[in-house]
């Protein structure tokens, strides 16, 4: 009977209605989340001083893995999601130092810093990507350093790498950068900055380098003693010429020693005169009797009168 008087026009379930709109409104949800997930997986962004390659899962022929043709440059991409995917690569050179030891000519060992600058080959990413991967500078770089580093310091020996540092550091950029160039790998820049030798080799130098200093002071001090014996020989040839000068000076006139004295008295009265302490002296002590004095030479001439008398 509660059946009959329900109107014919209203369906019998009555929650028909609201099951298909929870359903549509649910297939829309799904459809916006796969539309929002293809639109996201679709764009990709380039940072600058990067590239990318682009990796197909599915594809005919060469289009299929990684794409030999196309790259991802700076800014904005489009990719198909899920069948495609990028691979951004870092092409800035970067800085890199390798430590390496290694013997020179004259069996010396050589602890030697190289400074690398590099970067990947932008236009040979894909085989970067397939044969070494991400880390291609942990791969390539350490063991070719190594190679080229040995093999150039075994040419030349530990004193030659200090004075030819300049040649040997030309020699292993042009050499690392030939080696590198196999692998597609740029070399900007390469220089050494640091250059040690073992223990034992840097004590030997350091006593040579004593050795000869103490031999140039040993030097030195001879030839200041050739020096100081040469000045006395010459101050004593002047003495003596000077005494064989007075010598004849007196022969040819005596009254030579009393001028002499005369002199000697002058001195001993200016330094006498000068002198702020009181001194008592007589005039035989100072030189300066000479007004009744005359010499026994002149006394015992007979004929002859110096210039005084």
Known sequence: ????????????????????????????????????????????????????????????????????IGVCREGLNFVIPWFQRAIIYDVRTRPKAINSISGSKDLQMVEISLRVLYKPDPNNLP????????????????????????????????????????????????????RAADFHILLDDVSITHLAFSKDYTAAVEAKQVAQQDAERARYIVDKALQEKRSIIIRAEGEAAAAELVGKAIQAN?????????????????????SQNEVYLNADNLLLNHLGEVPEQVAEMKGKKGWLW
């Not at 459809?31 to 764009?43: K, Q, V």
């Not at 310091?153 to 690392?176: Q, Y």
């Not at 009393?258 to 005169?273: H, N, P, S, T």
């Open 254 to 274: 005596p009254a030579f020693i009393q001028l002499r004295r005369i002199d000697a008295a002058r001195e001993v009265a200016e330094m006498v005169a000068g």
């Open 127 to 178: 085989f970067i990507y397939r044969r070494l991967g991400y880390d291609f500078d942990e791969r390539v770089l350490p063991s070719i350093v190594n190679e080229v580093t040995k093999a150039v310091v075994a040419r030349f020996n530990a004193s030659e790498l200090l004075t030819k540092r300049e040649a040997v550091s030309k020699m292993i950029r042009e050499m690392l950068i030939q």
């Open 1 to 68: 009977k509660a059946a009959s008087k329900v109107p014919k026009g209203m369906p019998k379930g009555g929650g028909g209605g609201t099951g298909k709109l929870v359903s549509k409104v649910a297939g829309l949800a799904v459809g916006l989340g796969f539309s929002g997930y293809g639109l996201y997986h679709s764009i990709v962004t380039v940072k600058p001083g990067h590239l990318g390659i682009i990796y197909n899962r599915f594809g005919i022929g060469s289009q299929q893995g990684v794409q030999e």
